[in-house]
């Protein structure tokens, strides 16, 4: 039975391979909330660096399978799609966190707790999309996690707004108006990674509709 349900494409290897990245994705941004609600503590950035790089691993052994299996339970072009647009958030987190070490005596008196708790929430629904996926979830149901994620981006893109007009007041010292642009910018693309890996997720529920 096992081996007519891999010759018929339903071998659950890249659903377990997807969700294990973005269970990886998810640890990416439980470190990055770690660091960033205690930014007197300055941390190793071992841990991120960790992280992406089971992360890549994860991605290298999709592309693997994707050689090497006949028939795929999704088309290929979208296992694969999925599979980078999940590892762009680690790989941005890390850049994020490299930039906010290196930066910690100009930014440890910010605030960035809105953002992370965007950015978790965010993270957490993309995660069930994936877990969903295996199942062929409801087309109505993925629409509405989607439309989460978009919603959740537009709250972040508001705030990057208000953090914006902050900045620009003259009240800052040049370099950190510099440091902190960047910051924000960063911390609003892995949110933005998070959205595009929901896009194709739900275009791939699309044409299974």
Not at 115 to 136: G, P, Y
Not at 181 to 199: F, M, S, V
């Amino acid at each position: 039975m096992k081996a007519l349900r891999k010759l018929l494409g339903y071998d659950d290897k890249f659903f377990d391979l997807l969700e294990a990245s973005a269970v990886e994705a998810q640890s990416s941004v439980q470190l990055l909330a770690t660091l960033v609600r205690s930014p007197e503590k300055v941390p190793a950035l071992d841990d991120f660096i960790l992280t992406r790089r089971k992360d890549k691993r994860i991605t290298e052994e999709i592309t693997e399978a994707l050689c090497k299996t006949f028939v795929t339970p999704l088309e290929r072009e979208d296992i694969e799609a999925l599979s980078f647009a999940l590892y762009k958030i680690p790989k941005t987190v890390e850049k994020f966190s490299e930039k906010f070490v290196l930066c910690s005596g100009q930014v440890k008196d910010v605030n960035f707790e809105e953002q992370i708790r965007i950015l978790e929430t965010a993270v957490a629904t993309l995660v069930t999309m994936v877990q969903n996926l295996r199942n062929r979830t409801h087309l109505e149901k993925m629409k509405e996690l989607n439309e989460r994620l978009h919603h959740f981006e537009g709250q972040a893109d508001k705030l990057m707004l208000q953090f914006v007009r902050d900045l620009y007041t003259g009240k800052h010292e040049p370099l950190r108006v510099i440091i902190m642009l960047d910051l924000y910018e960063t911390l609003e693309g892995i949110i933005d990674r998070c959205r595009d890996a929901g896009n194709v997720i739900f275009q791939i529920v699309l044409k299974y509709s």
